[in-house]
Nanobody, 125 residues
Framework: VQLQASGGGVVQAGDSLRLSCAAR????????VGWFRQAPGKEREFVAT????????RYSDSVKGRFTISKESAKNMVYLQMNGLRPEDTGIYYC???????????????????WGQGTQVTVSS
């Protein structure tokens, strides 16, 4: 699976952004696609994941209610709609994919086999 993330930028607190992740693979069956972020000096943090088959989702508590992950199967795209952005949302956002993940393992970055290159999101106060 090859992944390409895009859509980052510099915004003010309270603004919205939509990130996109283009996935290329022979098949995305049994794949879960997630978003992680990493702020300077911090570990990579789980944001949200969506299962390709069925569309089940999971969010971190820090973004629940503000961010929405979705997919467009016909285009092999996954989106992260981010509303009500805060300065603490600043970081590099990565999309990642893994096969055969179960719900409980979604937040674990080590369970994902494929990673995109990341896109920078900066939220100013």
């Amino acid at each position: 699976v090859q992944l390409q993330a895009s859509g980052g930028g510099v915004v003010q607190a309270g603004d919205s952004l939509r990130l996109s992740c283009a996935a290329r693979a022979s098949t995305l069956n049994s794949v879960a696609v997630g978003w992680f972020r990493q702020a300077p000096g911090k570990e990579r943090e789980f944001v949200a994941t969506i299962r390709w088959n069925g569309g089940g989702t999971r969010y971190s508590d820090s973004v629940k209610g503000r961010f929405t992950i979705s997919k467009e199967s016909a285009k092999n795209m996954v989106y992260l709609q981010m509303n009500g952005l805060r300065p603490e949302d600043t970081g590099i956002y990565y999309c990642a994919a893994g096969r055969g993940l179960i719900f409980s393992s979604y937040p674990d970055p080590d369970k994902y086999n494929y990673w995109g290159q990341g896109t920078q999101v900066t939220v100013s106060s």
